[in-house]
Structures are given as C-alpha cells and as structure tokens.
C-alpha cells in the first residue's frame, strides 16, 4: 500500500469517526424531497463516486434515491445530509427529532468545518 493510499485511509476512518460523534436520529423516511443537489467535501464525494453516483450541483432529486425514496449512499452520506434533522434550522418537516435534542446553528457550523478540513474543501 502507498503513503498516498495510506493517507486516504486515515482520512476516510477519521470522517467515519467524526460521524460518530453525532447524536442519533430514527429516520422514517419521508424527507426524501429535500434530498437534491448539495455541497459536500472532495473525499465524501469519492466515496460516493465509489458507490456508482455521481451527483452534480444540479440533481434534483439527488440520483443515490432508490426507487422507495431511501438514501442507497446512507452509510457515506456526506455531514450536510447528516446535519438534517439535527439542527433546528434544518428540522425534519415529518417529526424526527434527534435524541438529546437539537444541535446549535454554531455547533453545526463546526462540525461542517471540521468535515471540510477532513475531505477537503468542496
């Protein structure tokens, strides 16, 4: 394995490890119309890629949808989409509230700078 291919691993299980540290939200699944076009770092958008998406600043809805309306890219979606539901600006619409109650708007703002420092500027 190269230094390079090394350095992406670090990366990849340090963006795992930030993820973790979000607090946890049952979703039922019915935001699907908010799932479109979205900002996300380099890295997340090869993992991603990796997956077979290749989601452009123009899909609408976002293509990683399946035909039930469910995110197929879950487990490597990128923190924005992780941020829904989470902050109180971006509250789901249908009632999933994470446990623990809301993330502020600055914390939330960390954690995406954190995740752009990880993946790389978008």
């Not at 900002?39 to 890629?49: F, S």
């Not at 700078?113 to 993946?119: D, H, M, N, V």
């Amino acid at each position: 394995m190269t230094r390079r291919q090394r350095r992406g691993r670090d990366r990849v299980a340090e963006l795992d490890q930030l993820y973790a540290e979000l607090p946890a939200i049952e979703c039922r699944g019915l935001c699907h119309e908010s799932c479109n076009a979205i900002a996300m770092t380099p890295l997340e958008r090869q993992r991603i890629r990796e997956r077979g998406f290749d989601i452009s600043p123009l899909d609408l809805p976002c293509p990683a949808l399946t035909q039930l309306r469910r995110c197929s890219v879950r487990d490597v979606r990128p923190m924005v989409c992780r941020l829904y539901g989470l902050v109180e600006q971006m509250a789901c619409p249908f009632g999933c509230r994470p446990e623990g109650g809301f993330l502020d708007d600055a914390t939330a703002r960390r954690l995406l700078a954190r995740a752009e420092a990880i993946g790389g500027r978008p």
